[in-house]
């Protein structure tokens, strides 16, 4: 069976006519408890061919599909960005969505790197979605600036994009005061489970254009418990779909992620979660933010 995503509903396309680019990223260097996000990409992929076409309301594999090779993984961080970089490059100059699948979250530095250098040069503003148990704005972990534990940090001092944060229920005293001090919005689980979602969950003002990066620790464990830090009080497979309808609504999907799944073996609910993921985002993403037809938002 093809190892290019979906490709048991429709044939893989050629990448200058491939709508999506899924870009698998196997990195595994500075994962700080349970192991395993080298196969991540490869389990997603896998599962995939279980999906059916439809998802959402949406058949995003009808405007096509490429898989690119997995990234080669090996060597400095600084090399493993450069060539997601590439990757993503490749995608945006095909006019495609990149679809990156980690991996550890060290790997959405790459595709945001590249991101926002054409948002500069377009003059389009770029803002980040991160669905996640742990805010990742440390500075450095364990002494390494390139930590998963750090890659936000990144985004939003580095890079300089707007933040939103969703789910979150693991934060350092040191990431609440990056909070404050870069002004990074967030709506963590606790509060999600006792207040709920506004009806306009990202600011005014807030980029039109999004990426969207989906750590699958942000999921409770008793539906993910395939990853490196599973925490209790994470989302439901309903509450999700709803918070992604919610925040794509009238927005471009510039790029995505979904990373740190950390498969077992003989689990396939974990991994098939994780692909069916990637596929809503996508289904979302091709919708353009039309949340209305069938399986969307009133």
Not at 162 to 184: D, K, N, T, Y
Not at 189 to 214: C, K, M, T, W
Request: proline share 8%; hydrophobic share 40%; net charge negative.
């Amino acid at each position: 069976m093809s190892d290019a995503f979906l490709a048991s509903e429709y044939p893989p396309a050629a990448p200058e006519r491939a709508a999506f680019h899924v870009i698998p990223a196997p990195l595994e260097r500075s994962v700080s408890y349970g192991g395993g996000t080298a196969a991540g990409p490869a389990a997603i992929l896998a599962a995939s061919q279980q999906l059916e076409a439809m998802e959402n309301g949406m058949a995003p594999g009808e405007s096509g599909i490429y898989t690119a090779p997995p990234i080669d993984a090996s060597g400095h961080p600084e090399a493993v960005l450069g060539r997601i970089e590439d990757a993503v490059n490749r995608a945006v100059a095909a006019g495609s969505i990149p679809v990156l699948l980690g991996g550890e979250h060290t790997v959405t530095l790459g595709a945001l790197r590249a991101l926002a250098r054409h948002a500069r040069e377009r003059d389009e503003p770029l803002g980040v979605l991160q669905f996640d148990a742990h805010a990742d704005l440390r500075d450095e972990y364990g002494g390494d600036p390139y930590s998963h534990a750090c890659v936000m940090r990144r985004v939003v001092a580095d890079l300089g994009l707007p933040l939103e944060q969703f789910a979150v229920r693991e934060i350092s005293r040191e990431e609440v005061e990056v909070r404050r001090r870069c002004g990074v919005t967030h709506y963590d689980a606790y509060f999600l489970a006792r207040v709920g979602l506004p009806e306009q969950p990202l600011p005014e003002g807030f980029p039109r254009r999004i990426y969207i990066s989906f750590d699958v620790d942000g999921l409770d464990p008793s539906l993910m418990p395939a990853t490196g830090t599973p925490s209790p009080g994470g989302l439901t497979w309903k509450e999700t779909q709803f918070i992604l309808e919610r925040c794509v609504r009238g927005r471009e999907v510039a790029g995505l992620d979904v990373v740190e799944l950390a498969p077992i073996p003989g689990l396939h609910h974990a991994d098939y979660t994780a692909a069916r993921l990637t596929h809503l985002l996508m289904a979302l993403a091709a919708r353009g933010g039309d949340t209305t037809t069938q399986g969307g938002a009133q």
